[in-house]
C-alpha cells in the first residue's frame, strides 16, 4: 500500500501522460501557461515549473485527452487545484482572480516587512 502511493507520488500528477504527450501539449500552447501567460521558453526558471492541468480535474473523472489538457504554470495548477469549471475560460477566470487576491496580500506583507 504505501509502496503504490510512493510510486504514484514519484510518477508525477499526471503517471499515464507519457513525456512525447505532454511535449505536444507545450508545444501546442507554446510553453505558456494557460492560465498567467507565463513564458516558459523565457527563462529556465520558468520552464522548470511548467506543468500539464486537466482542466476537468483526472481525480474527479476528466479524461486525458488533449482537449482536456493544457500547460499550466506550478503556481496556477495549485490554484485552480481540484475545482470543477464549467470550461477553460472560467477556470482560467478564477485562478488570474485568485492570483490577484494573494498580489495583494503579498504586498501588504512586503509594506508591512
Ligand atoms: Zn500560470
Avoid at 36 to 42: A, M, S
Avoid at 93 to 113: G, N, P, T
Wanted: hydrophobic residues 40%; positive net charge; aromatic residues 10%.
Amino acid at each position: 500500500m504505501a509502496f503504490k502511493r510512493l510510486k504514484k507520488f514519484f510518477a508525477g500528477p499526471t503517471p499515464h501522460l507519457s513525456r512525447e504527450d505532454a511535449m505536444k501539449i507545450f508545444k501546442r500552447d507554446h510553453f505558456k501557461c494557460h492560465y498567467c501567460g507565463l513564458d516558459g521558453l523565457h527563462r529556465f526558471e520558468n520552464w522548470l515549473i511548467l506543468t500539464i492541468d486537466h482542466i476537468h480535474p483526472h481525480a474527479k473523472g476528466g479524461a486525458r485527452t488533449l482537449d482536456n489538457l493544457v500547460t499550466a504554470c506550478q503556481p496556477c495548477n495549485v490554484i485552480k487545484g481540484k475545482r470543477i469549471f464549467k470550461s477553460a475560460q472560467e477556470a482560467k477566470a478564477y485562478v488570474l482572480a485568485k492570483r490577484e487576491e494573494w498580489r495583494q496580500a503579498f504586498q501588504e506583507q512586503v509594506k508591512a516587512a
